[in-house]
């Protein structure tokens, strides 16, 4: 089993930079890939981006050249760094790993960007 808990989520204005962490526990050492998604109110939940364990990234096209995702602390952080922020990046983001036929989702964090 894993267990993923983000944090960093809040209130910034266009613009601005945000950094979301997913401390990540249990059994990291069969997880294959990790995602991070965002579901705006009344919206589907979208991925917008995926590391690989080899170290390989794709991003959703509309924060590619704005978003990173990457790991660190020993591999026991994923986070989500998010610059020149926009109203439409509103959303509860999520992080989440697949182990076998597994699924795991953390709890979620909301980041609002005002105009």
């Known amino acids: 089993q894993v267990q993923l808990v983000e944090s960093g989520g809040g209130l910034v204005q266009t613009g601005e930079s945000l950094k979301l962490s997913c401390e990540i526990s249990?059994?990291?050492?069969?997880?294959?890939?990790l995602f991070w998604f965002r579901q705006p109110a009344g919206s589907q939940r979208d991925l917008v981006a995926r590391?690989?364990?080899?170290?390989?990234?794709d991003y959703l096209n509309s924060v590619k050249g704005r978003f990173s995702i990457y790991r660190a602390n020993a591999q026991n952080t994923l986070y989500l760094k998010m610059n020149n922020m926009k109203p439409v990046d509103t959303a509860v983001y999520y992080c989440?790993?697949?182990?076998?036929?597994?699924?795991?989702w953390g709890q979620g964090t909301q980041v609002t960007v005002s105009s």
């Open positions: 989440r790993t697949v182990i076998g036929d597994t699924h795991y």
């Open positions: 590391l690989s364990d080899t170290g390989d990234t």
């Open positions: 249990g059994d990291v050492l069969n997880i294959r890939a």
